[in-house]
């Protein structure tokens, strides 16, 4: 059993900067790819990012690319958000997810039904 706890959410102004955190309580932290979702009200849970479960090779919605980093220190079994140049469209609660199975496509690494594990999330709120 894996146990996923998000941290760092909060409220922010448009333009500002927020880090997630996904803290994990599993041995074998390092062989589980990584993703963070999010779903804001109303609207199904959506992709967000990806990475694998050795640290490399990421992957993004496009929607946050170029403002959202992932990554993952196997040593502290956490994974990270660092979210950037935030908008109010990116309000919505942020869930990490971790998935033992390790290659995926690109299609099915985006779906909610390829993760094995799910934190309870954390709110972000991004005022105008």
């Known amino acids: 059993q894996v146990q996923l706890v998000e941290s760092g959410g909060g409220l922010v102004q448009a333009g500002g900067s927020l880090r997630l955190s996904c803290a994990a309580s599993?041995?074998?932290?390092?062989?589980?790819?990584m993703g963070w979702f999010r779903q804001a009200p109303g609207k199904e849970r959506e992709f967000v990012a990806r990475?694998?479960?050795?640290?490399?090779?990421?992957h993004y919605a496009d929607s946050v690319k170029g403002r959202f980093t992932i990554s993952k220190d196997n040593a502290k079994k956490t994974v990270y958000l660092q979210m950037n140049n935030l908008k109010p469209e990116d309000t919505a609660v942020y869930y990490c997810?971790?998935?033992?199975?390790?290659?995926?496509?690109?299609?099915?690494?985006?779906?909610?039904?390829?993760?094995?594990?799910w934190g309870q999330g954390t709110q972000v709120t991004v005022s105008s």
């Open positions: 997810a971790a998935d033992m199975t390790l290659a995926r496509s690109i299609v099915t690494m985006k779906t909610v039904a390829s993760y094995d594990y």
């Open positions: 599993v041995r074998t932290f390092s062989s589980y790819a």
């Open positions: 990475i694998r479960s050795s640290g490399g090779n990421t």
